[in-house]
């Protein structure tokens, strides 16, 4: 993995096909625990949002590689005062050996990449959630002992960072990614033509407004809140048009009999997944959890070059 020191993951698509598998290869080593490594560096968190798995599997990987953790929230530094991005991404960068960025815009994580040397990685941004695919392309490896040639159907927001973290993965693991999600929330089309470009005539990406055809045969049926962080104004108003696309026993009835349920998480019950499905034998969603933090010490041994 020594192509990854040095290096930033602030898009799914900053990792190639190999990389990506060697990630997930040293990922499933630290979770048996048939390597382990060591290393004495400082990861920063800087979140701009609200986080519990990403901050606490962050942390719970550093600490298990022998590291520290800064946890540098906002309301308590000078970013809250109005210190400039570029600034506080120079200092920064003295202090820390690695740092792990939570915001909105995605350009605020690359100008902060831009004036720092260190490994900036994405934590979720309103644009893509990198982390969060390597722990479900893990989780999906472990239960169908691969990935090459499964289908992957998310249902829900497609305009969201899961949406299109998951079509740039897909595309770089060989899974086909089929795309459920009303009218007008369909994943930004330049997303979708990177993802495309990754795949080549590797894997199939269909974007369409029909839940039953989108889960038919598919053996991952993912979801994700129908409103993100940042758009709680809307969650009322999403409702009636998401209910169509609710993760519920009728639609994994039209799924592979032996589909598994992933689920980023916080999860709405009873609106875009039912208590049935994320409580159900099909549920997959607390080893994919915990696959956050075996994926992101892989990500941090590799980026820092840990031996
Ligand atoms: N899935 C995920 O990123 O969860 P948190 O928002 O709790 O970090
Ligand atoms: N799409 C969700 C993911 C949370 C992990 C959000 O951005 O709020």
Redesign the pocket.
Known sequence: MGALIGRDLLSMADLTSDELYGLLQLAAALKTGTMHLQCHKILGLLFYKASTRTRVSFSAAMYRLGGQVLDLNPSVTQVSRGEPLIDTARVLDRYLDIVAIRTFDQRDLETFAAYADIPVINA?T?LE?PC?VLADLQTIQESFNGLTGTTLTYLG?GN???AHSLLIGGALAGVNIRIAAPEGHHPLPEVVAKAQALSGDRTEITITTDPEAGVKGAQVVYT??WA??GQEDMATSRIPIFQPYQVNEALMAQADKDAIVLH???AHRGEEITDGVIEGTQSRVWDQAENRMHAQQALIASLLGVE
């Open positions: 979720l309103d959630h969060q927001d969201n960072n899961m994700d809140v993100s962080m980023c998480l916080p």
